[in-house]
């Protein structure tokens, strides 16, 4: 994946960069990561039990969160100038913007998936300005459409991993497996455009009208697409990397199964 914002500025060093990550909230949003570790091998067709006891221990090694945080930090201190660093550390450190950081905090770490997909859906059908709100906050911060390729990419490269490693009997053809994701691409859009917009109005529910929009008109600064163009790259890159390494630890706890 290729992660590039214009010209790198050095002086960005690693005390700004870490204050980068609280203030912004990307330092929760990055450890949320682990939580994906569930699906793998649902992924593959399997179910955790068959991985044996050794599984939750492996997992949490792979999707270490201070491993992952030191591995935006490097990408970071390539990627991120200054006037975006700026950029987001005045907005998201505003009184608004840490109200947001907290309940993105909050949502980030919450698995009750039930209660999420209920009270979102509910309140998506009552609509309201707020949904339209939530709408362009949603499209601001995948204003490149990166999402769909980023989930597609972190598929490709934990299946091929998973195959090159043995965990899975018969091996996949990487080209057919590219051919497959793409014909799938228009729906999982559309389903990633649902349930974001389910998900936001459940994280953001307890915040006005009035905030939302704000928040809809600062998202949608250039400075700050540009920030979340480069923000998405460098979680989806560290996603597929932990789940390509998760693919090869797998292949030590369970004997091989046909897809």
């Known amino acids: 994946m290729s992660?590039?914002?214009?010209?790198a500025v050095q002086a960005a060093d690693r005390a700004r960069l870490e204050n980068f990550l609280v203030v912004t909230g990307f330092d929760v949003s990055l450890d949320s990561i682990a939580l994906a570790a569930k699906d793998a091998p649902s992924m593959l067709g399997m179910a955790a039990s068959d991985f044996g006891s050794e599984w939750t221990t492996t997992s949490e090694e792979v999707f270490?969160?201070?491993r992952m945080r030191e591995t935006a930090l490097e990408i970071l201190s390539q990627t991120l100038d200054?006037?975006?660093?700026?950029?987001?550390i005045d907005f998201y450190g505003s009184p608004l913007g840490q109200r947001l950081v907290e309940v993105e905090n909050?949502?980030?770490?919450?698995?009750?998936?039930?209660?999420r997909v209920s009270?979102?859906?509910?309140?998506?059908?009552?609509?309201?300005?707020?949904?339209e709100y939530l709408r362009r906050m949603n499209d601001a911060i995948d204003s490149a459409d990166t999402s769909v390729k980023g989930m597609h990419e972190i598929q490709f490269r934990f299946l091929m991993a998973a195959s090159n490693a043995g965990?899975?009997?018969?091996?996949?053809?990487?080209?057919?497996l590219r051919a497959l994701l793409s014909e799938s691409e228009d729906a999982l859009r559309e389903t990633l455009k649902q349930s974001g917009l389910i998900s936001a109005a459940y994280t953001y529910r307890d915040l006005s009208d009035a905030d939302l929009?704000?928040?809809?008109e600062a998202l949608e600064h250039p400075d700050m697409k540009q920030l979340y163009v480069l923000m998405n790259a460098v979680q989806?890159?560290?996603?597929?990397?932990?789940?390509?390494?998760?693919?090869?630890?797998?292949?030590?706890l369970s004997p091989g199964l046909e897809l």
């Open 3 to 7: 992660i590039s914002v214009g010209s």
């Open 64 to 66: 270490d969160t201070d």
């Open 82 to 88: 200054d006037r975006l660093l700026d950029h987001a």
């Open 106 to 115: 909050i949502s980030h770490m919450d698995e009750n998936d039930a209660e």
């Open 119 to 131: 009270l979102g859906t509910e309140i998506v059908e009552e609509g309201g300005d707020r949904i």
């Open 167 to 176: 965990v899975l009997e018969q091996e996949i053809d990487a080209e057919a």
């Open 213 to 216: 929009l704000a928040y809809a």
């Open 236 to 252: 989806y890159e560290i996603m597929a990397n932990r789940f390509e390494a998760l693919a090869d630890r797998m292949a030590d």
